[in-house]
């Protein structure tokens, strides 16, 4: 498992509704903002993929994700100062893996 509910536990104080939202929250934004982010690589838009990268960064952190929300940090900051693209491509197959892992485990983990 590499995603932790810790934070989100900690915020949430025992409210199981609030968990499923942001679990849904998750499960609805973070693929959708993941292909736009693969799609923007592909164009070399640096500016939407600073802003993608940077939507991104905080949803994984709320799940612990530490290795992802580096990922998704290195892209943001990489885009933002228009580094070289292939550079800033190299650490997007495995923000991919792990954003497609989790996603498969929470919807597992809480049949969604």
């Given at each position: 498992?590499?995603?932790s509910?810790?934070?989100?536990?900690e915020?949430?104080?025992?409210?199981?509704?609030f968990?499923n939202?942001?679990?849904?929250?998750?499960?609805?934004?973070?693929p959708?903002?993941?292909?736009?982010?693969?799609e923007?690589?592909?164009?070399?838009?640096?500016n939407?993929?600073?802003?993608?990268?940077?939507k991104?960064?905080?949803?994984?952190d709320?799940?612990?994700?530490?290795?992802?929300?580096a990922?998704?940090?290195?892209?943001?900051?990489?885009a933002?100062?228009?580094?070289?693209?292939?550079?800033?491509?190299?650490?997007?197959?495995s923000?991919?893996?792990?954003?497609?892992?989790v996603?498969?485990?929470?919807?597992?983990?809480?049949?969604?």
């Open positions: 498992m590499i995603y509910l810790d934070k989100i536990n915020m949430a104080d025992g409210d199981q509704d968990i939202s942001v679990i849904s929250v998750f499960l609805e934004e973070v959708q903002d993941l292909n736009g982010l693969e923007a690589l592909e164009n070399e838009d640096y939407q993929v600073y802003q993608l990268a940077h991104i960064k905080p949803n994984v709320l799940l612990g994700m530490e290795q992802t929300r990922a998704a940090l290195e892209i943001e900051t990489l933002k100062n228009e580094a070289n693209m292939a550079e800033i491509k190299g650490f997007f197959p923000l991919k893996k792990d954003v497609e892992q996603v498969s485990e929470l919807q597992k983990d809480f049949d969604l």
